[in-house]
């Protein structure tokens, strides 16, 4: 079974400048988060959907991040313009569709290394 | 706000013996937990998951605990191997709402062979 893919790996951009990611869950998965990690914290959860509805949106920045997963299936993520403060990496991670009372694990994409300068 | 804290950054072990990581949280209202590796250049990958209607679970070489009254869990791995060495995360849930996970900072384990 073919894990999350995300590219790109590595990115390097200038403060102000925009950057997208893109991200392929696991075939049949309807859930998928969008994470950002700072050097030295764990992961925190930008955006969460099911399917293709937003499920959770409330730490994302809306006023430079936005986000979309067309057809339910891949998404990108998008940071315009951006601030050096966004340097983290950005996991995308996807899950089988919630179910009631119970959880379903996630599994991680590799991630997105951003750099800002 | 914090609501899950490792407060170990690191942790060395020697190979062999039991290397343990510790977890808090303040949410009363989270009642499912995971324990997730972290390897460089990786994404983080499941370990260990517990509800909160059990205080231990055990896989293997990898055991977590959960005491419900301290709002505290812990991951117990033995014997401990030099490839048990990468960052391990501890996240909390409710299975109700929208299943959002909290991750805490980590934990760097190292192994020594």
């Known amino acids: 079974e073919a894990g999350v893919a995300q590219s790109p790996r590595y990115k390097i951009i200038e403060k102000r400048q925009s950057v997208a990611f893109w991200c392929n869950p696991i075939s049949g998965h309807a859930t998928l988060y969008w994470y950002q990690q700072i050097l030295g914290q764990g992961p925190k959860l930008l955006i969460q959907f099911q399917n293709n509805g937003v499920v959770d949106d409330s730490q994302l920045p809306k006023d430079r991040f936005s986000a979309e997963r067309l057809k339910g299936v891949d998404s990108t993520l998008k940071i315009q313009p951006a601030k050096l403060e966004d340097s983290a990496v950005y996991l995308c991670?996807?899950?089988?569709?919630?179910?009631?009372?119970?959880?379903?694990?996630?599994?991680f994409g590799p991630g997105t290394r951003l750099t800002v300068l | 706000d914090q609501q899950v804290k490792q407060n170990s950054p690191s942790l060395s072990v020697q190979e062999g013996r039991i290397s343990i990581l510790n977890c808090d949280y303040t949410n009363s209202m989270f009642d499912y937990f995971l324990w997730y590796k972290k390897y460089p250049a990786e994404g983080p990958t499941f370990l260990i998951s517990i509800s909160s209607i059990k205080d231990k679970n055990e896989d293997g070489r990898f055991t977590v605990f959960l005491n419900k009254s301290a709002k505290h869990l812990s991951l117990h791995i033995v014997p401990s191997q030099p490839g048990d060495s990468a960052v391990y995360f501890c996240a909390a849930s409710q299975t109700s709402g929208t299943y959002k996970y909290i991750f805490g900072t980590g934990t760097r384990l190292k192994v020594l062979a």
């Open positions: 991670a996807s899950s089988p569709t919630m179910t009631s009372g119970g959880l379903n694990e996630q599994f």
